[in-house]
């Protein structure tokens, strides 16, 4: 692949980018103040405000663009679990050993039952313990019976945590609560060996939200002489428990600091000309309904750079390149070898493929997030020389796309 032209000065350029200003950045987006930062939430708005007038101290033309986002899962209070056998009564700890599956019915009062195995002929009026990876037959057995609900199994991260989702298949007609492997296994051998009550509780339900995609325009010295880039990253996380913290500190307030640094950086450097935008998106962990909102309206030659995850750079960034890309992706992949970021090609399912999906030439990039959608995603996980490549490669790609000729 050749090289392309690079931007006068561009190297040093690049060395402007402080790793102070991104980890103030993610230290503010994960306090408590924005619980979490879900779309629809008191929090939510407030990290879409923040971000707002840091973009105009940068002096960007802001707009806060609301939109409408359907089938929020929303947890409105604690679950519980627990069961007894043989005289002895274990309860669980929510997001440790069981979680709330997305497809269950609402159930906010405790509902106590007997266990009967999804194979046993009766279901009527008990707790069905699924056999492993087959929880939606369960739920048609239970359904047509009148069964209490549904008990299957899930698996934890490396950390022994069960992450948070909010979005997932259409809602059944029983709860449903998903119980760690091991447990699930262990409920089944006392089953075996005995009656077992289980006592559970699932208070989700669905919502709708209103979402703000933040957008940010920069001027430029000589407007309309240089491409047209768009710098993305989404702010929005999981939303905190009911009693326990989801600071989303790599997803994706790392990803965010990365781009309001590039942005800071790039709108200080004239000799780099480009049409320079930002969007900072709502309700990514949604279904990503802020880019499919934001696509439709851009213009056809927009270069959209989405950034999702910067906070642990194992070996390489993942890259995913979408829709008339090939320049776009030279440019990202000349920018860096010129600040030594290792690429590979890898699956990134975020805000970029709604670009990409609109017939824009959208490149998504991910570099990693510890402790992703629990309460270990704290900012002392988020690495600094990770948030300076992320930065780094961003403010590259941006010179090198305005250093080639139109």
């Known amino acids: ?188 051998d006392a089953l075996a060996a005995g009656p077992v009550q289980v006592t559970g509780s699932m208070p989700l339900r669905q919502v709708t939200a209103d979402g703000h995609n933040v957008h940010a325009r920069f001027p430029t010295g000589t407007a309309g002489t240089g491409p047209r880039v768009l710098l993305t990253a989404h702010y929005d996380g999981v939303g905190d428990d009911p009693g326990q913290r989801m600071p989303a500190a790599a997803d994706n307030a790392s990803g965010v600091a990365a781009v309001l640094e590039a942005a800071r950086v790039l709108t200080t450097a004239p000799a780099i000309q480009a049409e320079l935008s930002v969007a900072f998106l709502d309700a990514e962990e949604t279904g990503a309904w802020g880019s499919a ?15 999702d995850g910067a906070a642990h750079l194992h070996q390489a960034a993942s890259v995913e390149a979408g829709g008339p890309a090939h320049a776009l992706l030279a440019a990202l992949d000349q920018a860096a070898r010129l600040v030594d970021v290792p690429l590979r090609a890898g699956a990134m399912a975020s805000d970029n493929r709604r670009y990409a999906a609109a017939g824009l030439a959208a490149i998504g990039i991910g570099m990693g997030m510890p402790g992703y959608q629990t309460p270990a995603e704290t900012p002392d996980r988020v690495q600094p020389d990770t948030l300076m490549a992320a930065a780094r490669l961003l403010v590259a790609a941006v010179g090198l796309l305005a250093a080639q000729p139109l």
């Open 293 to 307: 909102h934001h696509a439709p309206a851009l213009p056809s030659d927009t270069l959209v750079i989405n950034l």
């Open 1 to 188: 692949m050749p090289d392309l032209p690079q931007a006068p000065g561009l190297a040093a350029v690049v060395e402007r980018v402080s790793a102070a200003r991104m980890l103030a950045t993610v230290h503010e987006l994960a306090r408590d103040h924005y619980a979490g930062r879900r779309v629809g939430t008191p929090g939510g708005r407030a990290a879409a405000a923040w971000l707002a007038e840091r973009l105009r101290e940068l002096g960007a033309e802001v707009e806060l663009d609301p939109f409408p986002v359907a089938d929020v899962r929303e947890l409105y209070a604690t679950p519980v679990l627990e069961w007894n056998a043989g005289g002895q009564a274990l309860r669980l700890e929510h997001r440790r050993d069981f979680v709330e599956h997305l497809a269950t019915a609402d159930l906010p009062d405790p509902r106590t039952a007997p266990l009967a195995a999804a194979s046993e002929a009766d279901l009527r009026g008990r707790w069905v313990l699924a056999e492993t990876g087959d929880w939606a037959r369960a739920c048609e057995r239970a359904e047509t019976q009148g069964a209490a609900g549904v008990l299957t199994a899930r698996g934890v991260d490396a950390e022994g945590w069960m992450p948070k989702m909010i979005a997932g298949p259409a809602t059944r007609a029983v709860p449903i609560i998903a119980l760690r492997a091991d447990l699930h296994a262990r409920l089944a």
